[in-house]
């Protein structure tokens, strides 16, 4: 009531934050850390793109599992060193290794695997914005297909024990650059993996991981608190969602189960309708929507 919101000084205590897993229309899937503890403990781990939204929470979740030493590779400086810096804050115990650098750097890699006897490479690393990619296909190209070559010839080489491909539902019929080189890094993972029997291969695909940088939960939000409008693409575009937590967990069981390049995919229950998202987040953050039949609303929704 505004008696307590007075009363209470700091209005901001009181209120709830809006949490983008919130937009999810099911029940979370949380999977018990017993199921794949052992492909990770005491392990030294490489996780590549370790600063993205995926990376960096696939690092949180793997410090539940004591790795032996965790190795975080980025080319984006502030997120390598924020994601190192949670680590320390975290467990100061924890022996993280930053590398700042990218995946087409060949002798980086092979470096990295050497000093560091590294056994499980999570490869989180991609540039995964379809219209980026759409503009510049031949850097998607470079650091999706040839990155990702570079780590799995380097992982035969090496003798790895495991590697984990992190994928997009958008290789399934590709109609973009980005998927068409996400597809791509499938075909190169699910070949080395008949041709080698020493390193366990895995690959993870994701539906559209709610609030990660790129996704539409941020770009909605940005647009409501600038007044509007909304802009979506079509009135019957629909998308399966997931949260960051949950891809996270997916790719760690994946990969403690995958050896022959095996293709894993979250069940996402029912898809969600764009439009109804953004008619929730107009809701959510207090403001009405503005059509013909409500002339006076606050945001409007835009069919681009």
């Keep these: 009531s505004i008696n307590e919101l007075l009363k209470s000084g700091n209005i901001e205590d009181r209120l709830k934050q809006v949490n983008a897993d919130d937009f999810i229309d ?19 781990i490489l996780v590549t793109g370790a600063g993205g939204s995926i990376g960096s929470e696939l690092t949180k979740q793997l410090l539940n599992l004591k790795p032996k030493k965790l190795i975080l590779l980025d080319h984006n400086e502030f997120a390598l060193y924020s994601i190192e810096k949670f680590i320390r804050e975290y467990d100061s115990n924890i022996d993280v290794i930053p590398c700042l650098g990218t995946i087409i750097d060949l002798s980086l890699i ?16 991609a540039y995964k914005h379809v219209p980026l990619v759409e503009y510049n296909p031949i850097d998607g190209f470079k650091n999706n297909v040839v ?22 539902d958008k290789a399934v019929h590709s109609e973009n650059i980005m998927g068409a080189s996400k597809r791509i890094s499938e075909i190169i993972v699910q070949e080395a993996a008949k041709q080698n029997k020493v390193t366990n291969f895995a690959i993870v695909r994701f539906g559209n991981v ?13 647009q409501i608190f600038r007044g509007g409008p909304v802009t979506v693409t079509d009135e019957n575009m629909t998308r399966y969602f997931m949260s960051i937590s949950e891809a996270s967990q997916l790719v760690l069981l994946a990969g403690s ?42 945001i409007e929704i835009k069919i681009t």
């Excluded at 979370?28 to 990770?40: M, N, T």
């Excluded at 995958?258 to 403001?287: C, W």
């Design 147 to 168: 990155g990702t070559n570079n780590l799995v010839a380097t992982c035969i080489k090496k003798k790895i024990d495991r590697f984990i491909l992190v994928s997009t």
């Design 210 to 222: 709610i609030g990660s940088s790129g996704s539409v939960i941020p770009l909605f939000r940005e």
């Design 257 to 298: 189960y995958g050896s022959e390049g095996e293709i894993f995919i979250l069940d996402m229950g029912k898809p969600i309708r764009i439009i109804d998202l953004a008619k929730n987040m107009i809701q959510v953050y207090g403001f009405t929507e503005k059509n013909q039949s409500n002339p006076d609303g606050d």
């Design 110 to 125: 092979e470096k990295i695997m050497d000093d560091h006897k590294i056994e499980v490479v999570i490869h989180a690393a």
């Design 26 to 44: 099911r029940n979370k899937v949380d999977i018990p850390y017993q199921l794949f503890e052992k492909s990770y403990n005491s392990k030294n």
